[in-house]
């Protein structure tokens, strides 16, 4: 059974020999020779360094193409026009599912084509040098952003190659994103990322780990996004991380997103430990988008005021073609200008908002009574006691694919549109919470006069895409789309 103790240098060892060798640009990838490249950049590029010391909201958007060449022009745009504080580097699909060979064939043919063969940069296949050349032609400071259950042979090259911000995690990029993906082996695959980054932290290059707050991205209770993120936080603070970027994912209320993104801050400094500098990300909207640009620019416009009352360290925007699926570099760098305006006019107001503290408090409750099961399930070991909440049902995600977790909990929005627990299956929830939940989705249905049901949990996933917050039953569909994940 996967223990949450720190790899030892034999060990590391060890698993960094295999893993290099699973794809020739492996080799490469060795941290002696890294460290000197990593020693070698400025301040700006210093991504920990960067979001640490903002003193307002820096703003990230996704994107990646195939070849070198126009993953540098395109970030240099967004960086230029778009003003993005932070770049990411968003990795196709073949290589998140470590099909480097698939991943190989798409660059191939995407450089004899032009026509892009792959959904985004294969970093592994572009090698420890294709990295430096793109750390080395933007000003600003980048992340991998990826979706990959055993990132080790990505985590290995990129961080050699001169990034210093790595996302995921082993439950976020597990419970969501795979079917069959075994939680205890995913953890161990993850121990080594985190003890990768630990290593370069302590030979002086502090490398950023960002867990991937919005999960499935699908009506998401603040409580489980956030239980999660500190237990991949706890998790990666063992093998030595020490600058950890916590996600949460917008679910439209604005009381309860700046409820949860400031009880994620608090219970993340409360839980971690001391020597941790732990930050936030707001991801807007990660569900469906309406069809429509304009109206796709109010959900933005929405994600930023929130931002604006919260403050989050950094925020993941997003652009208004999400329901077209990846959208141009113009519209890109237009969600990013579109957050900026409307979160600088927003902030230099003095915005309150009822509601937030009840909400957080019910939030920070919930978010405790989850991670006490978790630490009760390992019996203080949060790797183990993650797994076995897991298996039981006390720590769950909704619509989870993977076979680790029951998928047995299920979301609907209250009458105010805040996202409660319409069935909460087995979680470690205890009755008085349950009753709170229950109260408040009877109260929608005595107002949409109908009976509290699986039909609100369905209307409420596209109720956004429809151009609403909340599903209700009297309002004929339009049409609706689903937003890429990371």
């Not at 936030?280 to 109206?295: C, I, L, N, Q």
């Not at 950094?314 to 990846?326: A, D, L, R, W, Y």
Request: hydrophobic share 40%; with cysteine; net charge negative.
């Amino acid at each position: 059974m996967v223990r949450d103790e720190q790899l030892s240098s034999d060990g590391l060892a060890t698993i960094d020999e295999a893993v290099r060798a699973e794809w020739p640009t492996g080799e490469a990838a060795t941290v002696d020779d890294a460290i000197a490249f990593h020693e070698g950049l400025p301040p700006s590029k210093e991504f920990a360094t960067v979001l640490e010391s903002a003193t307002e909201p820096l703003l990230q958007p996704r994107a990646g193409v195939a070849r070198l060449d126009e993953q540098i022009e395109l970030l240099t745009y967004l960086e230029e026009t778009g003003e993005a504080d932070l770049l990411p580097t968003t990795i196709d699909s073949y290589t998140r599912d470590n099909e480097y060979g698939k991943a190989r064939t798409g660059l191939e043919k995407t450089r004899e084509s032009d026509a892009d063969a792959l959904n985004g940069f294969p970093a592994v296949n572009h090698g420890v040098d294709g990295c430096r050349t793109l750390v080395e032609s933007v000003d600003g400071p980048i992340e991998v952003r990826h979706g990959t259950p055993d990132a080790r042979l990505l985590a290995a090259v990129t961080l050699a190659g001169g990034f210093q911000s790595f996302e995921g995690g082993p439950i976020s990029y597990n419970i969501p994103y795979t079917k069959r993906g075994d939680l205890a082996t995913t953890i161990e695959h993850w121990q080594y990322v985190d003890r990768l980054a630990g290593v370069y932290t302590e030979r002086g290059v502090r490398i950023n780990r960002e867990p991937f707050g919005p999960l499935t991205g699908t009506l998401v209770p603040p409580s489980i996004a956030i239980a999660i993120m500190i237990v991949e936080g706890l998790l990666a603070a063992t093998q030595g991380v020490r600058s950890l970027t916590l996600g949460y994912g917008q679910v439209g209320n604005v009381v309860q997103d700046v409820a949860a993104l400031r009880a994620l801050r608090a219970l993340g400094e409360e839980y971690l430990p001391n020597e941790v500098c732990v930050t936030t990300v707001f991801h807007e909207w990660m569900g469906g988008f309406p069809p429509d640009e304009a109206r796709a620019n109010g959900v933005i416009g929405l994600g930023a005021l929130t931002a604006a009352i919260a403050r989050p360290d950094k925020v993941i925007t997003k652009s208004p073609q999400e329901f077209q699926g990846v959208p141009t570099k113009e519209a890109n760098a237009a969600g990013l200008r579109t957050t900026r305006q409307l979160l600088d006019m927003a902030m230099e107001q003095r915005l309150d908002i009822d509601g937030v503290e009840s909400e957080q408090d019910l939030i920070e409750r919930e978010t405790r009574s989850l991670l006490e099961a978790v630490f009760e399930h390992g019996e203080g070991d949060v790797a183990r006691g993650a797994v076995r909440a897991f298996e039981t049902g006390a720590l769950d995600v909704p619509f989870a694919p993977s076979e680790s977790a029951k998928g047995a909990c299920l979301p609907a929005r209250d009458d105010d549109g805040r996202v409660r627990l319409f069935d909460f299956g087995d979680l470690a929830f205890d009755d008085e919470i349950k009753e709170i939940h229950a109260a408040r989705l009877e109260r929608r249905a005595e107002t949409e006069d109908r009976s509290t049901s699986f039909h609100m949990v369905a209307d409420d996933v596209d109720a956004i895409s429809n151009g609403r917050l909340i599903g209700r039953p009297s309002e004929s569909s339009r049409s609706g789309g689903v937003s890429d994940a990371d």
